[in-house]
């Protein structure tokens, strides 16, 4: 009975697409809606939308599309999700940069705690290069922006990544998870350090944590040679996420030889997403945008 209601709640959005795609986004009439499991998530504990982790895809216009994507994960302190200020926003920004804006609504506490949203930043990878032919993108051009806890989302998939299951019977599960190119905007990103944002561990977590835990999803403890290319904003004035995090991070990635830009601002607070109405901060995505450019990250 639980799996059929599971397969309802998923099915109730279902198109007739040939891409298998789901209805629109009402707040975005033009932005088709993909399930990262049709069938039912991993882990999954009910058959509600909360269940079932999705991406909303913004394309540019045909003619202005240079072949890349990247996956969008919104902030909220794993426990909601701004999904228009740092979510379908952004992915209009990146549409006037050509490139395929790629929403993603994870799975959040208090329902679900880690491995849940990891595995849906993970998957939306895999799903994403899995449409690299139809969807006309380079699956070598796939990257992952994130905001505050988003941010410490995108993170992880940048350094807890792998190369794919060639054994597994979904073909999707078949290919890498790891992203071509961070953005991590005010990021969390030490679960361990006196700078760490305090809900977004215990809502991840738990109040409780398991040392190891903690210490895992530290991630500017997990950097290698084989970390993608980041590029990282941040504001001296952020008392809810300490730009210390991104400096951590910053360090981290110089020191094994990880391409990297840091762009730390002296004022501004969290949250700022775009920052459209602030002068100074909202250059911030014409530099990011001059960094992928200088990466090759937008050429056509």
């Excluded at 789901?22 to 909360?50: F, I, N, R, T």
């Excluded at 302190?77 to 993603?104: C, F, M, P, Q, R």
């Excluded at 299951?165 to 979904?170: K, L, M, N, S, T």
């Excluded at 991070?249 to 830009?261: D, I, K, Q, S, T």
Aim: glycine share 10%.
């Amino acid at each position: 009975m639980f799996r059929y209601a599971l397969m309802l709640c998923c099915a109730v959005v279902f198109s007739s697409s040939p891409l298998g795609l789901l209805a629109q986004d009402p707040a975005a009439p033009s932005a088709p809606v993909e399930l990262l499991w049709p069938k039912g998530a991993p882990g999954a504990v009910g058959s509600k939308p909360e269940d079932c982790p999705s991406v909303t895809i913004f394309r540019p216009a045909e003619d202005k599309s240079n072949g890349a994507a990247v996956v969008i994960c919104p902030g909220g302190g794993y426990g909601h999700l701004a999904d228009v200020k740092e979510g379908s926003d952004v992915a209009t920004w990146l549409n006037s940069l050509g490139v395929t804006g790629i929403v993603l609504k994870y799975r959040l506490s208090p329902r679900y705690r880690h491995p849940a949203p990891l595995l849906d930043a993970q998957r939306a990878i895999r799903l994403v290069r899995s449409h690299a032919a139809d969807w006309k993108l380079d699956p070598q051009r796939i990257g992952i922006l994130g905001f505050s806890a988003g941010g410490h989302l995108a993170s992880t998939a940048g350094t807890h990544f792998d190369q794919g299951d060639p054994g597994a019977d979904d073909p999707i599960d078949k290919l890498s998870c790891r992203p071509d190119l961070m953005v991590l905007c005010y990021p969390v990103i030490s679960l361990t350090s006196p700078y760490t944002h305090v809900g977004s561990r215990n809502n991840l977590l738990g109040a409780n944590a398991d040392p190891k835990l903690l210490e895992l999803l530290s991630n500017e403890k997990h950097v290698t040679r084989e970390t993608p290319p980041t590029f990282l904003f941040h504001t001296s004035g952020d008392t809810g996420v300490p730009p210390e995090n991104s400096l951590m991070f910053y360090m981290a990635l110089h020191a094994r030889g990880v391409p990297a830009e840091l762009h730390i601002y002296e004022q501004g607070k969290h949250g700022v997403g775009l920052a459209p109405k602030d002068p100074v901060l909202s250059s911030w995505p014409r530099r990011c945008s001059q960094w992928m450019e200088v990466r090759g990250f937008l050429r056509k």
